[in-house]
């Protein structure tokens, strides 16, 4: 019986790498996002060339959260780093900050934090 390996490259390939965790690529989005915001472009090119430049000193400068959501959001980010009581701690000081970030609605439930401590 044949095994799959990896990411689904040919039998024999190199197997190709796995994708990053969809919620990291959400935060380096909305980091992307706000530090796009905070300055004005004259052009698409003029804004890629700020990426590029910023991407190639290997980390983009992460904005500070601008309202009581965004800054609950990244404490979310921060609970889905965490393990154990801290998760479930980190998703509840989220709600304290904004009522309004459906993630901490989500991480601050008891049966899927142990559900999601579970699987991660």
Same mark, same amino acid.
């Given at each position: 019986?044949?095994?799959?390996k990896?990411g689904?490259g040919? *039998?024999?390939? $190199?197997?190709? *790498? *796995? #994708?990053?965790?969809?919620? #990291?690529? =959400?935060?380096?989005?909305? %980091? +992307?996002?706000?530090l796009? &915001?905070?300055? =004005?472009? &004259?052009? +698409?090119? =003029?804004?890629?060339?700020? #990426?590029?430049?910023?991407?190639? =000193?290997?980390?983009? $400068?992460?904005?500070?959260?601008?309202? $009581?959501?965004?800054?609950?959001?990244?404490? +979310? !980010?921060?609970? #889905?780093? &965490?393990r154990?009581?801290?998760?479930?701690?980190? %998703?509840? /000081? %989220?709600?304290? +900050?904004?009522p309004?970030? %459906?993630? &901490?609605? !989500? !991480?601050?439930?008891?049966?899927?934090?142990?559900?999601?401590? /579970?699987?991660?």
């Amino acid at each position: 019986m044949p095994t799959k390996k990896g990411g689904g490259g040919r *039998p024999g390939g $190199p197997a190709e *790498p *796995p #994708l990053p965790d969809r919620r #990291l690529m =959400e935060q380096q989005m909305s %980091a +992307i996002t706000r530090l796009l &915001a905070a300055r =004005e472009f &004259a052009s +698409i090119e =003029e804004a890629n060339a700020y #990426l590029r430049e910023a991407l190639a =000193e290997g980390t983009l $400068p992460t904005p500070a959260p601008a309202t $009581p959501l965004e800054e609950a959001q990244e404490v +979310i !980010y921060q609970a #889905l780093e &965490a393990r154990g009581k801290r998760r479930l701690d980190l %998703a509840r /000081t %989220a709600l304290t +900050i904004s009522p309004d970030c %459906a993630d &901490a609605y !989500y !991480y601050s439930d008891t049966s899927v934090f142990w559900l999601s401590s /579970t699987f991660d």
